[in-house]
């Protein structure tokens, strides 16, 4: 069915109507083409003033119907470079939405799952220059997995021998403002 639903999206709807468009198109015009080879090979009793009008209406839509049909073949083209172009913005934007949705998904992994023992040695290797050097460790209430990640580096610390004090930074000192970590005096 040229006009239904039937099975059929929107697009491939409008690609089989102006298919059929225009064949039709085409055959209103081979119609009008040969009313015109009548005239000319069967005039008949017909004055030249009613050959002349039929001829010049007859022209007059036979031009319109190749224009319309040369409008129907930009149509058709341009529909298909309107689609091309959406197809292509489409992928564009899914490959932005992946993008973020990866960056999303490496935001929420947990900073304890990045604590693999590779890493922790690797701190420890990097913290034992500073062995003995006395610190504090400050962090907020609000946010727990940050508190969580801080006391999981508590094996790290230990294993450099480096002595810290964890909590709370407003309870630790009042010279920690704006930072969350301090040596201590005479330690540097």
Not at 48 to 72: H, K, P, Q, R
Request: aromatic share 8%; net charge positive.
């Amino acid at each position: 069915m040229i006009f239904g639903k039937k099975g059929k999206n929107a697009q491939k709807r409008v690609d089989q109507a102006e298919y059929w468009s225009g064949r039709a198109t085409l055959l209103i015009l081979a119609g009008i083409l040969s009313q015109i080879a009548g005239l000319f090979l069967f005039p008949g009793n017909k004055s030249i003033t009613e050959i002349a009008l039929s001829l010049a209406a007859n022209i007059a839509i036979g031009v319109g119907l190749a224009v319309e049909f040369l409008c129907i073949l930009a149509s058709v083209r341009a529909n298909a470079d309107v689609k091309q172009e959406s197809d292509k913005k489409l992928a564009e934007a899914l490959d932005r939405a992946t993008e973020a949705h990866r960056a999303y998904i490496k935001l929420r992994t947990s900073r304890q799952s990045i604590l693999t023992t590779e890493v922790m040695a690797s701190m420890v290797e990097q913290l034992r220059p500073f062995s003995g050097t006395k610190f504090d460790v400050g962090h907020d209430d609000l946010d727990r997995e940050v508190w969580d990640f801080l006391w999981s580096l508590e094996p790290t610390l230990s294993k450099a021998r480096c002595p810290y004090r964890l909590g709370r930074g407003a309870d630790i000192q009042k010279g920690l403002v704006g930072r969350n970590t301090r040596v201590w005096p005479g330690q540097r």
